[in-house]
């Protein structure tokens, strides 16, 4: 397994941008496939974003398409999520997820793939 720790989160408003940032230690964290979730209160944890070792290959959510980009710096063990065009409905927990991979491409959308993951961080958006 990986540690991972979100951070970036904070209060913005709507039509704002942010990007959070989810560093990895532990581990040669690329060889290991990433996600996002995010959760608020009451509600399961719901897929975001995917990853592959390299960045090759993505996913998204269809709430965030267009919205949203990850990307990754495996020599700065990092995952990032742009996030732009905010909106109410973006608020949540923001969590970090990692998984081991054997291919390049190879994505996870379904958390119960997922086998670490951070503490998470939290995101406002203000109308």
């Known amino acids: 397994q990986v540690q991972l720790v979100e951070s970036g989160g904070r209060l913005v408003q709507a039509g704002g941008s942010l990007r959070l940032s989810c560093a990895a230690s532990?581990?040669?964290?690329?060889?290991?496939?990433a996600g996002w979730f995010r959760q608020t209160p009451g509600k399961e944890r719901e897929f975001v974003a995917a990853?592959?070792?390299?960045?090759?290959?993505?996913w998204y959510a269809d709430s965030v398409k267009g919205r949203f980009t990850t990307s990754r710096d495996n020599s700065k063990n990092t995952v990032y999520l742009q996030m732009n065009s905010l909106a109410p409905e973006d608020a949540a927990v923001y969590y970090c997820?990692?998984?081991?991979?054997?291919?390049?491409?190879?994505?996870?959308?379904?958390?119960?793939?997922?086998?670490?993951w951070g503490p998470g961080t939290q995101v406002t958006v203000s109308s």
């Open positions: 990853i592959s070792t390299t960045g090759e290959s993505t």
């Open positions: 532990g581990r040669a964290f690329s060889n290991y496939a």
């Open positions: 997820e990692a998984e081991p991979a054997e291919y390049s491409y190879t994505l996870y959308v379904q958390e119960d793939y997922y086998d670490s």
